[in-house]
Structure formats: C-alpha cells, structure tokens
C-alpha cells in the first residue's frame, strides 16, 4: 500500500509537464509555486519526505490561491503517510475534506484516511478502535462514490478489516475457552459463527463451537454426579431398640 499516494502525485506531475513552458530558468522556476511544487516533488519521489512537506507547505503557506496550492496540500499528507507519521496525515486529510468538499481527489482521500486508520491498528489482543474507525472511512467512501477505483480498493478494505475484527472476537472467546467459563466462551463464538461468516474464521469457529457445547454438556453431567453423591440416604424410622 505504500506506492498509493503517487496515484496522486503522478496525476501532479502530469499537470506540470504540460506547462514545462514555464521554466524558462531554473532558478526563476524555483521561486514559483510550480517550481517549488516540483520540488516537492522531487524530494517526495527521493523518499526525502520531510523536505517534501517544507516544498509543499511553502506552495500552500506563500501561493494559497495558485493552481498547485491543493495539491500541495495533497502533498504534505502523502509526505507523512509515506514516513510513516500516520497521526499527522490523518490531520492533513482530514483537513482537506473541510476545506475542499467538493474537489475531484476526494476519494482518494477518503481512502487514504481510512489507511491512516488501518496503518494505526494494534495486536489482536489490542484495543481495535482503528479497525472501527478504518472501517467506517472505507465504507463511507463506497457509499458516496460508488463508481470510484478507490471504492473498488475500499472493499476490500473493509473485508479485511471484518477480518480483523472477527479475529478480534475469536481471541476474546479462545480466552473464556482457555479458563474454562464456556458459557461466556459459547456466546462469543456464536457472535463470530453470525457477524464474520465468509472472512476465513468458519472452520475454527465451528469446531470450537462443538467443543464448548461439548465441555458444557460434560459440566453438567459433572454437576448431576456430584448432587447424587451428596445426597443424604433416607432411613426408615426407628420405632423400636434392637437386641
């Protein structure tokens, strides 16, 4: 997934090339905000993401109103995501959805918040709130742009995220199965066997589905004994002494 923001960038450069008449002199294209954006470029294509974003921050802070001003604001959150600094492009996305409701790149962004979110998701014994919270990006990028390529890559997305989230659950029942509470367990795994049918869980899920019922019938069984075993013996009633 870490070759996804170039989709973006590429489409960039695209527009750039076509207006190479600009650059007359290097150092005059340099103080431009295409030539800074080329920059940006450059540096973002050379993995010096850090540079990349003072480039595109200097394209948004000093030539807000110039055709490359979005997309370099596309930039600074593609820069982060491909450090790596999840929290951070998550804020730059997040931004540009305020800012820009309407522009053509919102699937694209939508996608990628959802990945910050993905990106940030824990162990299986962790919390999985980025899992929910990657989910529900993906899914309101189908819901809004059916149509998008990027509505086709969210798909996917969100099985995978399903996924995770039934492993989720499964790791909560495995647990009650291992302290042997197999009430508690059973109804876990029921919720796996209903919510996650289809996502790689069914085989193991049945079988220890099986193996609960299986260890509750034995406890009861086990309970009956023990009830039989102390259970007073009736005598009759003594009325006379023996000799």
């Known amino acids: 997934m870490r070759n996804v923001p170039l989709l973006a960038v590429m489409a960039a450069l695209l527009f750039l090339l076509s207006g190479c008449a600009l650059f007359k002199s290097t150092d005059m294209a340099r103080t431009t905000p295409e030539g800074l954006y080329q920059r940006g470029l450059e540096d973002y294509q050379e993995g010096r993401y850090k540079k990349a974003v003072e480039s595109f ?13 979005i997309l370099a604001e596309l930039g600074i959150g593609d820069s982060y995501f491909s450090n790596e600094q999840y929290a951070e492009a998550e804020l730059v996305y997040g931004d540009f959805l305020s800012l820009h409701p309407a522009n053509e790149n919102l699937p694209y962004v939508i996608y990628q918040l959802g990945m910050c ?35 086709f890559m969210a798909e996917k997305m969100i099985q995978e995220c399903r996924r995770m989230l039934g492993e989720k659950e499964f790791y909560i029942a495995h647990t009650y199965y291992k302290l042997k509470r197999y009430g508690a ?59």
């Not at 049918?197 to 019938?217: C, P, S």
């Open 57 to 69: 921050q200097r394209v948004k802070d000093e030539h807000p109103l110039s055709e490359v001003a």
């Open 117 to 151: 979110h993905y990106k940030q998701i824990g162990a299986i014994d962790r919390d999985q709130t980025e899992t929910v919270r990657a989910k529900k990006e993906f899914e309101r990028l189908v819901a809004r742009f059916p149509s998008s390529k990027f509505s």
């Open 185 to 243: 367990a059973l109804r876990r795994f029921e919720v796996v066997a209903k919510e996650y049918a289809g996502l790689g869980l069914d085989y193991k899920v049945d079988f220890f589905i099986a193996e609960t019922r299986k260890r509750l019938i034995e406890e009861e069984a086990n309970k009956d004994k023990d009830t039989d075993a102390y259970r007073p013996i009736s005598r009759p009633i003594q009325l006379f002494p023996y000799y």
